[in-house]
């Protein structure tokens, strides 16, 4: 990101990266990238007009444990670090997580959490927030009030860009364990689909494969990867809108304003093109797994870049 | 009110992945409405999602009232926005979803109560305001949703696909209703559609997108009566711009075996841009051919014999899918009683064809 190689520049010793790599981190201004990274500037080397500038293009980052009510430190040390709550009621053994991150979020905390009561009603437990723009609503494992609803309201009543990952059926034993799972998950989704605001759990099972088998694939399927990587664009986005209206000639030929028989000819070129035809379930599984698998690698090359430059 | 102006814009989420918006400039007068209008993928959210704020503009200004505001946050850029969902807090009265972002802004409760009742009188609403959304039908709802955004004054609305979720009939009788809204509140309105007839309908002026790309700007009659290419052609109007291979001689075009005298001023700018001796691709509009009649003037020149596939008679007009020279073409007529494998006679409305590069796919006349 050119724009912190800047401010490295700018402020030379002052500047660091991660929380964790700083003696005394409450000597910094903590601020938060798109890309979901952490830097810090030193306080006394900030005038009060860089850091309005700082917030107006990152977002402020927090390192202080937010004020917690009890019951929210409770699940927290549950979430986090595995510690079970003493002296406090039964808990559920099943409950529903909905992490969030939000982006340009300027209002009060407790504003927000006051909206995602009021959404979700009589299944809401709590809202635990991990630094002042992500954290994750502890859900009663019932109900199906879609969430998307939730991102448009927030959207609308306060102006900033939020995306949210729903995790139904979480056993809440072993909670720690599960959820960092869950975290490292909703990171990447965000990474690779930046423009997508919501994410379903289970929808993220192939990325989660993707994901682990990164290192074998890279050799294992390296002609298949070949293929899907040659395809171009245009294929790969015919194939996409394919597959998004369930095989459905005519839909997505509409959705991709070409003639159907336009769309037909683009399949059976990547058909012959990659020897899978996307007509068929099987090869479509394992094509869509391998258009997710060379997103994954791009995108994976451009953060290893990033980092050695 | 606010005049929007976006400077040659552009947008990438990422640098291994392409621009997802490509230099869109567009000065956006105060009081207008502007639609944004293309297929699935176009980026027409990603630019409205700019304008609010949600998404940082990759390169480029973007000024409301003369104001850059590229560093601006969302909260303090004046706008109000509403979503395809109706967004609404279940489990709030009507009164209390449309109150709800004026209360976490510290209004006070006797200016609140102002407004919510001045947007429920506007919309309509006023005897549902202690109804819960549950209790409301599709369209109220909606109404709902656009009273939220109503009640924070805002300097400009901006609507993505906000109509989506209705039903075909609640969707025509909600577009008229945010048309009259528009003009009664005269509030800057950039609206996100893919639905051409919706852009159509409500729009002083329409932007067409295509992969990132303004492809036309222009009120509904220029896009309609001149697009600027093959796709614009197609994609406004139902049923579409009907499309033909052409080849321009000195004195003459041909479509297939037939030659066609064109009106001078086509012929001569046809000319004189080179394409004598080319091929073309000629475009016409469904209604701007109708059933041959030695009445109207018509020669066996501007006329093309074919046979009717189907016939549709609706009532008010009739449509003919046939085909001449192998080519599929759409006709839309007054009623007649055509049928399904009648030979016809049609002639075409020569003032009304238009030319296409064929490479380029712009239009030449």
Redesign the interface.
């Known amino acids: 990101m050119p724009i912190l190689d800047t401010l490295k520049r700018m402020y030379r010793d002052a500047f660091i990266e991660q929380p964790e790599s700083a003696e005394d981190p409450k000597a910094f201004d903590w601020f938060r990238t798109?890309d979901d990274r952490i830097f810090g500037i030193r306080r006394e080397h900030l005038s009060a007009n860089e850091r309005q500038?700082l917030k107006?293009?990152f977002t402020p980052y927090s390192i202080e444990p937010l004020n917690r009510t009890k019951k929210q430190q409770a699940w927290a040390n549950l979430l986090y670090d595995n510690v079970p709550p003493v002296n406090t009621p039964v808990l559920p053994q099943e409950i529903r997580l909905v992490y969030f991150v939000l982006?340009?979020f300027?209002?009060?905390h407790r504003?927000l959490n006051?909206?995602i009561k009021?959404?979700f009603?009589r299944s809401y437990l709590t809202t635990i927030w991990k630094t002042t723009s992500e954290g994750v609503i502890i859900l009663k494992n019932r109900g199906d009030?879609?969430c998307?609803?939730l991102i448009?309201?927030v959207?609308?009543?306060?102006?900033?860009?939020i995306m949210m990952l729903n995790v139904p059926d979480v056993v809440v034993s072993g909670l720690s364990e599960t959820s960092s799972r869950h975290r490292l998950l909703f990171q990447l989704a965000r990474h690779l689909f930046?423009?997508q605001k919501y994410f379903e759990y289970v929808h993220l099972f192939p990325l989660m494969l993707v994901h682990a088998f990164a290192d074998q694939s890279r050799f294992e399927i390296k002609e298949w990867r070949a293929r899907i990587g040659s395809l171009p664009?245009e294929l790969v986005?015919s194939i996409n809108?394919y597959f998004h209206h369930n095989f459905n000639l005519s839909t997505a030929a509409g959705?991709?304003?070409i003639h159907r028989n336009s769309l037909q000819y683009r399949l059976d070129r990547v058909h012959r093109m990659t020897g899978l035809d996307p007509k068929q379930f099987h090869d479509a599984v394992i094509i869509s797994l391998l258009l997710l698998n060379d997103h994954y690698e791009?995108?994976a090359?451009?953060q290893k870049k990033e980092s050695e430059s | 009110m606010a005049s929007i102006v976006l400077n040659h814009v552009k947008k990438h989420y990422a640098k291994s992945e392409g621009l997802a918006v490509k230099d869109f400039h567009l000065d956006i007068k105060d009081k207008e409405f502007i639609v944004l209008v293309g297929p699935s993928g176009c980026g027409k959210s990603t630019t409205l999602r700019m304008i609010a704020g949600l998404e940082e503009i990759s390169e480029g200004d973007l000024y409301i009232n003369d104001k850059r505001v590229n560093d601006v946050a969302p909260k303090d850029r004046d706008i109000a926005m509403v979503f395809q969902n109706y967004a609404l807090y279940p489990h709030m009265t009507v009164y209390g979803n449309m109150s709800f972002g004026l209360k976490i802004r510290k209004f006070k409760k006797s200016e609140i109560d102002k407004r919510v009742r001045e947007a429920a009188r506007v919309l309509g609403l006023e005897e549902y305001l202690n109804r819960k959304p549950k209790a409301l039908s599709g369209g109220q709802r909606q109404r709902v949703a656009l009273g939220r955004a109503m009640v924070r004054n805002p300097q400009v609305f901006l609507m993505d696909e906000p109509l989506s979720n209705l039903d075909a009939k609640l969707r025509v009788q909600m577009r008229s209703e945010i048309a009259k809204l528009h003009s009664r509140l005269n509030t800057t309105t950039i609206y996100v559609t893919h639905d051409q007839t919706e852009a159509m309908t409500m729009a002083d002026r329409i932007v067409i997108m295509k992969d990132g790309e303004i492809q036309q700007i222009g009120t509904p009659e220029e896009v309609y009566n001149d697009p600027a290419n093959i796709f614009v052609g197609g994609f406004i109007g139902s049923p579409p711009m009907n499309f033909i291979p052409a080849t321009l001689s000195e004195t003459h075009v041909q479509i297939g075996d037939h030659s066609i005298s064109l009106p001078e001023e086509k012929l001569s700018k046809l000319k004189k841009e080179n394409y004598v001796g080319k091929e073309l691709i000629a475009g016409i509009r469904p209604e701007n051919i109708r059933l041959a009649s030695s009445a109207a003037g018509d020669s066996s020149e501007n006329t093309f014999t074919a046979t009717i596939d189907v016939a549709e008679l609706l009532g008010s007009e009739s449509i003919l899918y046939t085909k001449i020279h192998e080519t599929s073409f759409i006709v839309k007529t007054p009623p007649t009683s055509v049928r399904n494998g009648d030979p016809v006679d049609l002639a075409f409305d020569l003032e009304k064809l238009r030319f296409f590069d064929p490479e380029s796919e712009k239009l030449i006349v």
């Open positions: 798109k500038l107006l293009t982006h340009r300027e209002d009060r504003n006051a909206a009021s959404f009603n009030r879609s998307e609803e448009d309201l959207t609308a009543d306060f102006y900033c860009d930046p423009n664009p986005q809108v959705a991709l304003y791009r995108w090359a451009e």
